[in-house]
């Protein structure tokens, strides 16, 4: 049986070679097809920087946008890999369909006249869980703009779409690596000085003291009024302590956004947090002062 097997597979495999390249041969016509892919590369990092800019006011939640993301960041993988080799529609159509449809007829012809009981699930190879393929494709494409990037190092897009891409496989120093190099070549650059510095805190066991602030402040001097910034400076302030400051970066975010925005809640919360423990330290302080004087007096 396995034997029979192999052998229509090796046939469906020598006819599909017979077919499909002549099929797939690049036309008269190629040349405006590039041009088309080429364009439709543009759109789809357009669409990443709109779905950037959906996230950051709070219109998406965090699910939706990963799902997004990693699917725009697959197909402009795809359109930049076919640019290059690319069939007619009709004959691209045609291709497509013969190499599915022969496959598909020789099965059914086989569960037709053959023994399909042979094909029991115990002699198959088993296969890896569709969920486990997915991750192991955007790992692989994830490798392979890396790669890329250590030929084109002036690339700044394909930095930004490295470090995202990391952030979102919360692989966080490479994230952090990959928007080093976006600085360098935009030092002047807000987002990209608050996006590094979002992920080198999270290198650092989400710790915003030291170089990760100091980015945010330069982020702040080139753009008052980045909300990412504000709202990690405000973070940083809060684990310090220093909640009036924390209080004044967070009210500098709440005009920025809808006020029934996500951030908008979040930072409110924040701001009512912030407040209830100043309100504490401030009464523990009038308490134990007094407190204290008096049993210096009593040890005197």
Not at 162 to 190: C, I, K, M, T, W
């Amino acid at each position: 049986m396995t034997l029979f097997v192999l052998i229509a597979a090796i046939m469906t495999a020598a006819a599909l070679l017979c077919l499909l390249p002549p099929l797939l041969r690049k036309s008269q016509g190629t040349q405006t097809a590039e041009t088309a892919e080429t364009a439709n590369i543009g759109v789809l990092q357009d669409q990443l920087r709109e779905l950037d800019a959906d996230r950051q006011a709070q219109t998406l939640d965090d699910q939706a946008y990963a799902s997004a993301h990693v699917e725009l960041e697959r197909r402009i993988a795809s359109s930049t890999n076919n640019a290059n080799a690319i069939a007619t529609p009709v004959q691209k159509r045609l291709a497509i369909a013969m190499g599915c449809g022969i496959p598909v007829v020789v099965c059914f012809l086989y569960w037709l006249l053959g023994a399909p009981s042979a094909l029991d699930s115990n002699n198959l190879l088993p296969q890896a869980p569709s969920q486990e393929i997915g991750q192991q494709q955007i790992l692989g494409m994830v490798q392979k703009l890396a790669e890329r990037m250590k030929q084109t190092p002036g690339d700044a897009q394909g930095w930004i779409m490295l470090g995202r891409s990391y952030f979102e496989l919360q692989r966080y120093q490479e994230a952090s690596d990959a928007y080093a190099h976006l600085v360098q070549l935009a030092p002047d650059n807000a987002d990209y000085l608050a996006s590094y510095a979002l992920t080198l805190a999270l290198a650092r066991n989400k710790n915003l003291q030291g170089e990760p602030e100091q980015l945010l402040e330069r982020a702040l001097k080139l753009d008052p009024n980045n909300i990412r910034a504000l709202s990690l400076m405000g973070s940083a302030a809060f684990d310090r302590r220093d909640y009036e400051h924390a209080i004044g970066y967070w009210n500098r975010v709440l005009p920025l956004v809808a006020p029934d925005s996500k951030i908008a809640q979040s930072t409110s919360s924040s701001i009512d947090e912030a407040k209830a423990l100043q309100k504490d330290s401030s009464e523990t302080s009038i308490i134990r002062l007094p407190n204290a004087g008096n049993d210096s007096s009593v040890d005197k």
